[in-house]
């Protein structure tokens, strides 16, 4: 059931509130904040563990409410505070607070239409086993301080039910789902989500009795024997009760889809984006084209073939997995030599963080991505670069993906290293930007479009091997914008959609098949996120090098960049133009 706010999309976020606001600007941010902390406080009555997460203290006992009525409690209190926040700006003098407080109706408003069209359409279903391995994760961690382990077993009690007051969390999810099983005209999830779910559902709950097998904390076996129990039993009458009500068909009603889109920051229609996208797809194709007889040149390959060229480079650069964190360590020495000498942006004077995930981090999510730390009250953690966890086989070779080999490691340490993601949640975290920019603002666009954008900024100055996996990727980028809309209104197949991936895009079994499951089911519109963001990336510099001409700077212009924290493109075009612009002219 989703709450009556953007959750979600909240906690994809990563950013940490500091001290460390210049002077004049400390009254707004400290006011705005206080604006923010009544939506923090929001979060908190219903997710206090998403809530914990950001930053929030005294919630790392807390667990979700599934209680009767949630949906109803929830839905009337998001009115009221947007209420209150929309009365507010009408007040507010400060045009940045009164920004700000824009930004945080827009959360609560698109959250209250997302949640009513989705309790209206859907039956609700719950990944349980993904839930609570997420919230004992969240508090066991190398960065969380050890004092705060010991409420990873309050929490496990109050999910099993053996707190008094509290239901077992299982119990609540099957009471939320049977209480709408007779409402006539909604449409049940998608079956193979829900058969997913149930295929890694063990792998969650061993997780959680590894993660804690980890700690040096005392007596929690028989409360994970009774969590661990109940988590199988619900599995169970998943099997029983929720796959008999699930559609056969991934596609959402077009309403659902468009709001999707939104919610994902994606300002367009699914045609616009097709539309775009395709025109894109054949320009960066014909760039490999070009690029592939240099690359057989130098390589001694013989073939043109840019396919043919992407699994050479694959099978001929593959990366074992004991191997994995020191290479991408000097993949990204290398990065920042090429961001110092040609002066592309500012870096930390602190090394970025990289490591292997677990299994279950891996099942939960099987992509390289960035592990963010929580966002308030933060003493010093920072993001990691996440590396899924490769299997060794019985002879001693391993597992090889499309992120295991030495062309692909340049561009993927871009995105989600430096100058990418890394450097994008970093910079919020030391530049002290409001909440309400740091958190609230977030969307895949803005965050996704800066990391393809990073890509872009070092590309020309890769290996020509790497240059290549760089354009890959942003083919793949524009394919995901047009191959996502045309499969949710039924213009394509998912098998036509996986063919493209794989033998055009030369893109492996697996992460076609991961694509498929993300455009399909598991994030319908989010990964349009990525090459519209970049376009508006791009535009915005564009429009920036033309009003500056001969006095830009693209560091000074990406350190401006960071610095406004995460605010959608529309209202970052309008701090370029109208702070960053005259500035240099000055």
């Avoid at 999810?173 to 909604?186: I, T």
């Avoid at 829900?194 to 709950?205: G, H, K, N, P, Y």
């Avoid at 961001?339 to 279950?360: Q, V, Y």
């Avoid at 019985?394 to 993906?401: A, I, K, M, P, V």
């Amino acid at each position: 059931m989703k709450p009556a706010f953007r959750l979600g999309s909240v906690l994809l976020a990563a950013c940490v509130l500091t001290a460390t606001a210049h002077a004049d600007e400390a009254d707004w941010v400290a006011k705005s904040n206080e604006y923010s902390s009544l939506v923090l406080e929001e979060i908190a009555k219903f997710s206090p563990e998403g809530a914990g997460g950001l930053g929030v203290d005294g919630l790392d006992e807390e667990i979700s409410d599934l209680g009767p009525g949630v949906f109803e409690r929830s839905m009337e209190s998001s009115r009221k505070l947007s209420a209150q926040l929309q009365e507010s700006r009408e007040k507010e003098t400060d045009p940045r607070v009164q920004q700000d407080l824009g930004i945080l109706i827009k959360v609560l408003e698109d959250g209250l239409h997302s949640s009513q069209l989705d309790y209206d359409t859907m039956l609700q279903y719950f990944n349980i086993s993904q839930t609570i391995f997420g919230g004992i994760r969240g508090l066991i961690d190398d960065q969380i301080p050890r004092e705060r382990y010991p409420a990873a077993i309050v929490r496990m009690q109050k999910y099993a039910g053996l707190v008094d007051g509290y239901t077992p969390m299982v119990e609540l999810a099957k009471d939320r789902s049977r209480e709408r099983f007779d409402v006539d005209g909604l449409i049940g999830p998608y079956r193979g989500e829900v058969e997913q779910d149930l295929e890694r559902a063990e792998t969650m709950i061993s997780g959680i009795e590894e993660l804690l097998d980890g700690t040096d904390l005392q007596g929690w076996e028989e409360t994970y024997a009774t969590l661990a129990t109940q988590m199988r039993e619900y599995n169970d009458w998943v099997r029983a009760e929720i796959l008999p009500r699930t559609r056969e068909h991934f596609r959402l009603p077009a309403v659902m889809y468009a709001d999707a889109l939104k919610n994902w920051g994606v300002d367009a229609s699914p045609e616009e984006l097709i539309e775009q996208a395709t025109k894109g797809y054949m320009d960066i194709r014909g760039e490999m084209e070009a690029l592939a007889p240099l690359i057989a040149k130098e390589k001694g390959y013989d073939t043109t073939d840019y396919r043919e060229i992407i699994a050479l480079l694959k099978r001929d650069g593959a990366i074992d997995g004991d191997k994995m964190v020191d290479h991408y360590h000097a993949i990204l020495r290398d990065i920042e030599e090429i961001i110092i000498r040609e002066d592309i942006i500012s870096l930390p004077e602190r090394e970025a963080g990289i490591r292997i995930a677990t299994a279950a981090e891996t099942a939960a999510q099987p992509a390289p991505h960035l592990d963010v730390p929580r966002l308030i009250g933060n003493t010093g953690e920072y993001p990691y670069f996440v590396i899924p966890l490769l299997t060794q086989h019985e002879d001693g070779s391993w597992e090889q993906t499309d992120d295991t080999y030495v062309a692909g490691s340049w561009t993927l340490t871009a995105h989600e290293a430096r100058p990418g993601h890394e450097m994008q949640f970093s910079s919020i975290i030391e530049s002290g930007v409001s909440i309400a920019r740091a958190i609230f603002a977030f969307n895949s666009a803005n965050v996704e479009g800066w990391g393809l954008y990073a890509e872009a900024i070092v590309r020309p100055y890769l290996p020509l091997e790497g240059q290549m996996i760089s354009l890959q990727y942003r083919l793949m980028r524009a394919g995901r914008m047009f191959l996502d809309p045309m499969l949710n209104l039924g213009l394509i197949t998912p098998a036509e959609a996986k063919r493209l991936i794989m033998n055009d895009m030369a893109i492996g079994e697996s992460w076609a098949q991961n694509e498929i499951e993300r455009y399909t089911y598991r994030m319908p519109g989010q990964a349009t996120a990525y090459y519209y963001g970049y376009g508006k990336m791009q535009t915005l510099r564009a429009m920036t090098e033309l009003k500056l001409r001969d006095k830009f700077d693209q560091r000074a212009f990406h350190d401006f960049v960071l610095d406004q924290g995460m605010l959608p493109p529309d209202i970052l075009m309008d701090a370029v133009m109208n702070d960053f612009v005259p500035g240099q002219l000055n």
